[in-house]
């Protein structure tokens, strides 16, 4: 450890050089909005190609994994420190237990090549505030506090050079619980924590970022994360050392600057995110950093569909693994990356540098496009075994991508096309089908229809969302939501095969505050009007029944759901709008 007045010298000096190189630095061409989309889409091609890659959260939280003084601590691992409010000087003092030995740069990236992963973003320093480099920024850093006297990222580099994988940089530029004006979500709980941010972004946050950027060769991705407390100003400090690696990728939480890409974090978004980039990133079992006692794994069979739907949805999967303190993979993550990469090594075709599926949604599982080829991804086999798809283009054929020389049967028919599948599939998991197209899929919107009982259900999943900031969100049953323009409106195109009278129902949330709302659900030229309650919460659905609806045709109908009112944050969330045959 160096003396008090060395270390506030050399900040000193440090936090000079820093306001010098930052203000030497352009703002990069992404940043300063003077990228052309054409140089946008050269600076994203690897990305969006790659579609797989491995987060790694390991950090100094490795070592308790999970458990302190005796008792073990709910949450993620790498949360520790906060949710058991350990002090800064006790926390620290885990450096000297921390020595990974068994940690082998190689192997991991070997093993992330085996998953069939493009690309490794690695925790470099998470909110504990710890460094896993060796830094000049402070001596809290895996080369200078602990026995390993190494520098791990140092030797990643150096093996994912060797190995040709991308290599990227989580760093948590805010949070930092250890360095005196790190920010804290909810507050500090050791004085050891107080001082001032901007000294704290100055002195660690920015001089860090700079070695990062500068000493371990050509760094893909700056992945940072959670801007609590952050300012533009502070923002602005940082972004001009991205000018360091041209061509580097930014995500959506450095805070102010809305970076390259979303990041939906343990869900995968209904229907993708629009035209922005996006990566979901997600744990193997429920935590980021390693917990002895953490063993709920996801299947294998679960990786592999997340990747397929991310895949059709046009996103990127950050799956993440959390080593131990010792420095290894913990053997079930390496067993199910190894089954995730035999999938792979398979089908691989079918998921890198594809783009989003042309459908909406399909019965038996997912598909992804390469220009004229679709990738059908059978989860489940239909009983007949015919692959129904609303298109009316040509095909020229389609096959098994393990079967290339046996060609399946398709038919064209008014409903689409169809094709037949074999008797049994080679893959439970996800049987790739390849279709080929005689140009562009065009494909047929299928109108909403009412189900056995009669009821028309409108489901926020089918609906057209127009206007510029509503959107769908959600998992399991998604809705419409961020609804905070009151010109943004939903429709729908139905058809109605039995007429009758209907009872109109919307299931609607609404949190406490945002109450008030008014919106006209149209049918066919008439309109109810609807006024929002709050609900407990923006998640808890209440079914609000509107009017009876008198439907004397068979035939298509639109049904739009419009705002007049809007008088809190948003007007509502909205899964779906029902209509009810009522019995005569
Ligand atoms: O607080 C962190 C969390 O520990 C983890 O690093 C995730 C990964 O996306 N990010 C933050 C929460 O959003």
Redesign the pocket.
Known sequence: MRCTRHRMMRWSLLAFGALLLSAALPLPAQEAETETQEQRDARMAWWREARFGMFI?WGLYAVPAGTWEGKQIGG?G??IMHHAKIPVADYAALTREFNPVKFDADEWVSLAKAAGMKYIIITSK??DGFAMFDSDATDYNIHDATPFKRDPLKELAAACERRGIRLGFYYSQAQDWHHPGGAAAGGHWDPAQDGDMDAYVRDIAVPQVRELLTNYGKIAVLWW??PVDMTREQADTLVPLLALQPGIITNNRLGVYPGDTDTP?QFIPATGMGDRDWET?MTINDT?GYKSYDSNWKPAATLVRNLIDIASKGGNYLLNVGPTAEGVIPEPSVERLKAVGEWMAVNGEAIYATTASPFRQLGFGRCTRKGDTLYLHVFDRPEDGRLVLPLSSKVAGAHLLVAPDQALAVENSEQGVTIALPETLPDPVATVVVVQLDGEPEVILVPVRQGEGGALKLSAVDAEIVGGGARLEGEGEPNVGYWTNASDYVTWNAEIQRPGVFEITAAIACEPGSEGSVYAVGIAEQSWWGKVESTKSWKDYTTVTLGTVHIAQAGKITVTVKPVRKPGMAVMNLRSVTLTPVEP
Do not use: A, R
């Open positions: 959260h993620i790498e949360w998470h909110h994360d959670t974090e990133c980021w």
